[in-house]
């Protein structure tokens, strides 16, 4: 199966995931996740029409954005969808256009900081860690609508981004729990949509859903899914 073909399988899955749920297909988002994958591969994802890509590690994108920039025939919008250390903040405002994995107040200062620096508007969704799984980064959102404290510092902390200069703060982003069953990845989604309805802000982006479960979050309301192995393979 070439490049061309899996994301044609993946739209035609993402259309039917839209037609189970009353979704139109253009209100999702398909961001190609081409982590570990080699320039050549990259360009046949945008020459197969597609325009946004994502990025986990800094190191990594910044050698292949500016190549893969340089001999794309149109324009591409990258997505950071990885955890930031401090130290590599400083390079994500330039390469990226969407930071999709602020997980922290203390990211969003310094990212705010940066991005009013070099005088610009830098867009970010805000990542939850819903599922409560320690290995996840995000800010804390376990069990959001049970948890009175939590909740209330949780809001603290998203109305305390929101305040923050030169950013735009377009929506939230989760990750599911891996490989659990579905009812409970199908709540970890539906958590993340609840919350970003209970937070009186204008937050339209919900960026959840991957290889193996983007459907289930197309039916829980995901405007962004991040697809990477149903395109590429495994990955080494
Ligand atoms: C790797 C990755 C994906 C894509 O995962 P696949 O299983 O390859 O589709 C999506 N989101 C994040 C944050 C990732 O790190």
């Known amino acids: 199966m070439s490049i061309a073909d899996n994301i044609q399988r993946v739209q035609e899955r993402i259309a039917a995931a839209c037609a189970r749920s009353g979704r139109n297909p253009r209100e999702v988002t398909l961001v190609v996740v081409t982590k570990q994958q080699p320039v050549d591969a990259m360009l046949a994802v945008v020459a197969a029409g597609l325009q946004h890509l994502g990025e986990n590690r800094v190191k990594e994108a910044a ?9 794309a025939t149109q324009p591409i919008t990258w997505h950071m ?19 999709q994995s602020v997980d922290s107040l203390r990211l969003a200062q310094r990212l705010s900081r940066l991005a009013q620096a070099s005088e610009r508007e830098l867009p970010i969704l805000l990542e939850i860690n819903v599922s409560g799984e320690a290995s996840k980064y995000g800010l804390t959102g376990y069990n959001w609508y049970k948890d009175a404290a939590l909740r209330e510092q949780l809001w603290r902390e998203v109305a305390a981004i929101m305040a923050l200069p030169s950013l735009e703060v377009r929506g939230l982003m989760t990750m599911a729990p891996f490989g659990a069953e579905e009812q409970a990845i199908r709540r970890v989604f539906a958590d993340l949509s609840a919350l970003r309805d209970s937070l009186d802000a204008d937050l339209p982006e919900l960026s959840m859903g991957m290889t193996d479960d983007f459907p289930i979050a197309i039916e829980e309301g995901a405007t962004m899914i991040r697809v990477g192995r149903a395109i590429f393979g495994e990955r080494k």
Do not use: E, N, T, Y
């Open 81 to 99: 969808i990885g955890h930031i250390q401090s130290r590599k903040a400083k390079q994500v405002a330039p390469l990226f256009d969407l930071v």
């Open 63 to 71: 050698v292949k954005i500016p190549q893969v920039a340089a001999a």
